[in-house]
C-alpha cells in the first residue's frame, strides 16, 4: 500500500498475560528494595520496577533494571526471573524500534517459559515474537507466531488474550492488502476489549480502523477513528502512543491537501520520538514529511529527509520502512527530472517489495492459516469424541468387518497397479524421448517468458506513477489493456513550467518491438518538455519526429526501418488547452453533449518521410468547466467481437463516449473497460488498447 499511516498501527504486548497486575507504584517499589527478604524477592522487586519505567517511558532505567534482574536470575537460576526480564528488555528494544534485538531477547525467553512456565506467559511470548516479526517485515513469521499464540488463548477461554491477538492478525491482514479482512479483525477485537475496559487496547484498535479506512481513501471515517484515538491516549498521557496519533493524523491532513496543518502534528510527532530515542519511529515520520515536501513541490528538500529516514530504516532493519523510503525517493527524483536516479530508485523498491511479499511467503502464510483451522477443528473433534460414550460390541465387530473389507479389496487393488505398473513401464520407453524434448521446449519457453516478464518491470518503470497523474490530473482516468505482457501503447504526463502535458502513444508494433519503440519514445519526450523547455504541443511532435528518425538512423540512405509511431499531445495552462496529433485525433465534448473531433495530421512520427516535408498543426481551446478531452490509440475501436466478429468500429466508439461524458472519470473508465470485455467475448485482443480522459 501508498500510505505510511500503516508503520504507525500499534500493538499490544498481552500486557494481562505477560505483567505482574496491581503493581505498587514506584516510590513504593524503590522503599523495599532497599531491605529485600532474600534475593528471588528483589529480583521481582527490579522486574516490577523495569516494567514501571516502561510505562513511563523512562527507558534507560527501565534498561538498566531489567539487565540487573537477568544477571542475578542467571546467577541463581531463577527461571521465572530470567523469563520476565528477557520480555522486560525485548518491549524497550520494541519502543526503542531495535527489532531484531527485541526477538533476539523473546526467543531466550520461550523455552524458558515452555520448561517452567504458564500457558498465558508462553501464548504472551508467541506473541511478542510476532510483533518483532512483523516490524521487521518477517510476515511468514508473524502469522505463525501469533497463530501459536491464538491456540493457547482458545484453549484457555481468554477473552482479552484472543482480542489481542486478533488485533495484531488484523495488523498483519492490513500490510497484506488485505483490508476487509483486517477491519473484521479490528471490529472483532474493539468490541471484546470495551467490555473488558481495556482502555488502552481501545485506543490501539481505533487507531488501526483509522488507518485501515486511510488506505481505502475514506478519509472521513479515517479522521474520525484517529480522533477517538487520539482523545483517549491524552487521557492516559502515554507519549508514545501520543506520537503515533499525532503521525496517522498528519497523513489524513495530507491527503486531505491540509499540508500546514498535517506539518504541525508531524512537528509534534518527530519531538516525542527523539526524546524517546525510537529511531524507527523517528524514521517513518521523516519519511511523512519527505513525501509532503514533494508533493509541495519541495523536492530537493524531500530528498534530504528521505535519505535520513533510510539510514534509520537499515540501522533498525525495518525492510517495510526501507521499501517504501525507495518508493518516495524515486517519487522525488523523479519530480527533479533526475530519471537515472529515479529508475535507480525505482529497481530498489521493486527489489525490496519483492523480498516482503513474494509468493512463497504469501503460500507460506496460507499455508500457516489452513493448519491453524485444521488443527482447531482437530481439536474440538478430539474434545467432541473424549465425552462420547464407548462403542458398542456390535459397532466393533462392524468396523472389523469393514477394515477387512477394505484390507482385502486394497490387495486386488494392488494386484491390478502390479499389471498395469508393467504395462506403463512397457510404454514408458518409447515415451521417454517425446518427454524429453517436451521438456526442453517448456524449458525454452520459460527462460522467454521470464525474460519477457522482466522487461515488463524495465517497461513499467518508465510509465508515469498513478500518483503524478492523480496530482497533475486528478479528475482523469487512463485505461490501459496491452495485448501482451508488453506494450507498444503507452501514456505520458509531465508538468513544466506551470504547463501541465499528457500523450496517448500508439507506436509501431506490439509486445517486444512495441515496447522497445515506446521506451524510445518516452526519453525523447522527457527530453523535449522537461529539459528543452519546448512548451508548443505541435513543435513537441516535430521534436520527437527528428527524434525518432535519430534514434533509428532513418535519415540515411540505406535505411529501411518504416518503424514510428501515433500520437495525440494535450498541453494545459489555466483555461487553455492545445492540442497537436499525428495520426490521432482528439475528441471535446462540452456540456451542451455534442462531440468534436480535432483531426490530427495525417502523418506519423518517423518513418522514411523527412521532416521538411510536413509540419504539425497546432489547435487552441479555450476550457469550460465541465469539458471533457478524450485522446487514444485505435486498439479499443479495431477490437472484433459481437455476435458477427466484426470490428466495435469509431462510430460506436464515439457514442459510447458521449452517452457517459457527464459520469465521473473512474465510472468511465468502468463502463469503458466492461463494454470492451462484452464485446471482446472470449475472442483474442487484436491490439494493445489505451484510452485517456481528463475533464475540466
Known amino acids: 500500500m501508498n500510505f505510511k499511516t500503516l508503520f504507525y498501527f500499534l500493538f499490544i504486548f498481552l500486557q494481562n498475560i505477560s505483567f505482574v497486575q496491581a503493581q505498587p507504584g514506584i516510590d513504593s517499589l524503590l522503599a523495599a528494595l532497599k531491605n529485600p527478604k532474600n534475593d528471588t524477592s528483589k529480583i521481582n522487586l527490579l522486574n516490577e520496577l523495569a516494567q514501571k519505567y516502561a510505562d513511563k517511558n523512562s527507558y534507560d532505567l527501565s534498561l538498566q533494571n531489567a539487565n540487573e534482574a537477568l544477571k542475578l536470575s542467571k546467577e541463581i537460576n531463577y527461571k521465572n526471573g530470567m523469563a520476565t526480564a528477557l520480555k522486560n528488555?525485548?518491549?524497550?528494544?520494541?519502543?526503542?524500534?531495535?527489532?531484531?534485538?527485541?526477538?533476539?531477547?523473546?526467543?531466550?525467553?520461550?523455552?524458558?517459559?515452555?520448561?517452567s512456565g504458564t500457558k498465558k506467559q508462553i501464548a504472551g511470548v508467541y506473541s511478542n515474537i510476532g510483533v518483532a516479526c512483523w516490524s521487521m517485515g518477517d510476515y511468514v513469521g508473524a502469522q505463525q507466531s501469533y497463530l501459536e499464540a491464538l491456540k493457547i488463548a482458545e484453549e484457555l477461554k481468554d477473552k482479552d488474550g484472543i482480542a489481542t491477538i486478533e488485533l495484531n492478525l488484523g495488523i498483519l491482514s492490513a500490510s497484506r492488502e488485505k483490508y476487509d479482512e483486517a477491519l473484521t479483525y479490528y471490529f472483532r477485537s474493539l468490541k471484546t476489549h470495551e467490555e473488558l475496559g481495556e482502555k488502552k487496547a481501545v485506543a490501539n484498535a481505533y487507531s488501526n480502523i483509522a488507518n485501515t479506512y486511510h488506505s481505502l481513501n475514506d478519509l472521513k471515517n479515517a479522521y474520525d477513528y484517529n480522533m477517538k484515538a487520539l482523545k483517549m491516549r491524552e487521557e492516559m498521557g502515554d507519549s508514545n502512543e501520543l506520537a503515533s496519533s499525532y503521525t496517522n493524523i498528519a497523513n489524513v491532513f495530507s491527503a486531505m491537501k491540509e499540508f500546514k496543518k498535517a506539518d504541525?502534528?508531524?512537528?509534534?510527532?518527530?519531538?516525542?520520538?527523539?526524546?524517546?530515542?525510537?529511531?524507527?519511529?523517528?524514521?517513518?515520520?521523516?519519511l511523512n514529511i519527505g513525501e509532503h515536501l514533494a508533493e509541495t513541490n519541495r523536492a530537493p528538500e524531500?530528498?534530504?529527509?528521505?535519505?535520513?529516514?533510510?539510514?534509520?530504516?537499515?540501522?533498525?532493519?525495518?525492510?517495510?520502512?526501507?521499501?517504501?523510503?525507495?518508493?518516495?525517493?524515486?517519487?522525488?527524483?523523479?519530480?527533479?527530472?533526475?530519471?537515472?536516479?529515479?529508475?535507480?530508485?525505482?529497481?530498489?523498491?521493486?527489489?525490496?517489495?519483492?523480498?516482503?511479499?513474494?509468493?512463497?511467503?504469501?503460500?507460506?502464510?496460507?499455508?500457516?492459516?489452513?493448519?491453524?483451522?485444521?488443527?482447531?477443528?482437530?481439536?474440538?473433534?478430539?474434545?467432541?469424541?473424549?465425552?462420547?460414550?464407548?462403542?458398542?460390541?456390535?459397532?466393533a465387530k462392524r468396523q472389523a468387518a469393514i477394515r477387512n473389507f477394505f484390507i482385502a479389496g486394497f490387495a486386488l487393488i494392488l494386484a491390478i497397479a502390479l499389471l498395469i505398473f508393467r504395462s506403463y513401464r512397457q510404454t514408458r520407453k518409447a515415451k521417454s524421448e517425446i518427454e524429453f524434448q517436451k521438456t526442453i521446449i517448456e524449458q525454452k519457453n520459460k527462460d522467454i517468458t521470464d525474460s519477457i516478464n522482466y522487461a515488463q518491470k524495465i517497461q513499467d518503470a518508465f510509465l508515469p506513477a498513478k500518483e503524478i497523474?492523480?496530482?497533475?490530473?486528478?479528475?482523469?482516468?487512463?485505461?490501459?489493456?496491452?495485448?501482451?505482457?508488453?506494450?507498444?501503447?503507452?501514456?505520458?504526463?509531465?508538468?513544466?513550467?506551470?504547463?501541465?502535458?499528457?500523450?496517448?502513444?500508439?507506436?509501431?508494433?506490439?509486445?517486444?518491438?512495441?515496447?522497445?519503440?515506446?521506451?524510445?519514445?518516452?526519453?525523447?519526450?522527457?527530453?523535449?518538455?522537461?529539459?528543452?523547455?519546448?512548451?508548443?504541443?505541435?513543435?513537441?511532435?516535430?521534436?520527437?519526429?527528428?527524434g525518432v528518425r535519430a534514434a533509428l538512423k532513418q535519415h540515411e540512405q540505406q535505411s529501411e526501418s518504416r518503424d514510428g509511431m501515433d500520437i495525440a499531445l494535450l498541453s494545459f495552462q489555466g483555461e487553455n488547452v492545445e492540442f497537436a496529433g499525428a495520426m490521432r485525433p482528439l475528441y471535446l465534448v462540452r456540456e451542451a453533449g455534442i462531440l468534436e473531433e480535432i483531426k490530427g495530421n495525417k502523418f506519423s512520427i518517423g518513418g522514411l518521410m523527412t521532416q521538411?516535408?510536413?509540419?504539425?498543426?497546432?489547435?487552441?481551446?479555450?476550457?469550460?468547466?465541465?469539458?471533457?478531452?478524450?485522446?487514444?490509440?485505435?486498439?479499443?475501436?479495431?477490437q472484433l467481437g459481437g455476435a458477427k466478429g466484426k470490428k466495435l468500429m469509431t462510430k460506436n466508439f464515439k457514442e459510447l463516449l458521449l452517452a457517459n461524458s457527464n459520469l465521473t472519470m473512474p465510472e468511465q473508465e468502468k463502463i469503458l473497460h466492461e463494454t470492451f470485455m462484452k464485446w471482446k467475448g472470449n475472442k483474442e485482443q487484436i491490439d494493445d488498447v489505451l484510452v485517456i480522459g481528463v475533464k475540466i
Open 89 to 115: 528488555c525485548a518491549i524497550i528494544y520494541y519502543y526503542r524500534g531495535n527489532y531484531r534485538a527485541m526477538k533476539e531477547y523473546l526467543m531466550q525467553a520461550l523455552p524458558i517459559r515452555k520448561a
Open 264 to 286: 504541525k502534528y508531524e512537528q509534534k510527532a518527530l519531538y516525542i520520538k527523539r526524546k524517546l530515542g525510537d529511531k524507527n519511529g523517528e524514521g517513518l515520520i521523516l
Open 302 to 395: 524531500a530528498i534530504a529527509y528521505i535519505e535520513n529516514s533510510l539510514a534509520l530504516a537499515k540501522e533498525t532493519n525495518d525492510l517495510e520502512l526501507v521499501r517504501n523510503c525507495y518508493d518516495g525517493l524515486y517519487n522525488a527524483y523523479f519530480k527533479t527530472g533526475k530519471f537515472e536516479q529515479a529508475l535507480k530508485n525505482y529497481r530498489e523498491f521493486v527489489k525490496a517489495k519483492d523480498s516482503l511479499l513474494n509468493e512463497k511467503n504469501v503460500q507460506k502464510i496460507t499455508e500457516a492459516q489452513i493448519n491453524y483451522e485444521f488443527e482447531k477443528k482437530q481439536r474440538e473433534e478430539e474434545l467432541v469424541q473424549k465425552h462420547k460414550d464407548e462403542l458398542t460390541q456390535a459397532e
Open 469 to 546: 497523474k492523480y496530482r497533475l490530473f486528478p479528475n482523469a482516468f487512463v485505461y490501459f489493456t496491452p495485448r501482451d505482457i508488453l506494450s507498444g501503447d503507452f501514456y505520458w504526463f509531465a508538468e513544466k513550467k506551470g504547463v501541465r502535458f499528457i500523450a496517448a502513444v500508439d507506436c509501431t508494433g506490439h509486445g517486444v518491438p512495441g515496447a522497445l519503440m515506446s521506451m524510445i519514445g518516452n526519453r525523447l519526450l522527457n527530453e523535449i518538455v522537461l529539459e528543452k523547455t519546448i512548451r508548443k504541443p505541435s513543435e513537441i511532435l516535430f521534436h520527437l519526429h527528428q
Open 612 to 638: 521538411e516535408e510536413y509540419e504539425f498543426t497546432n489547435h487552441s481551446f479555450s476550457a469550460k468547466q465541465g469539458d471533457a478531452f478524450y485522446i487514444f490509440s485505435d486498439g479499443y475501436a479495431d
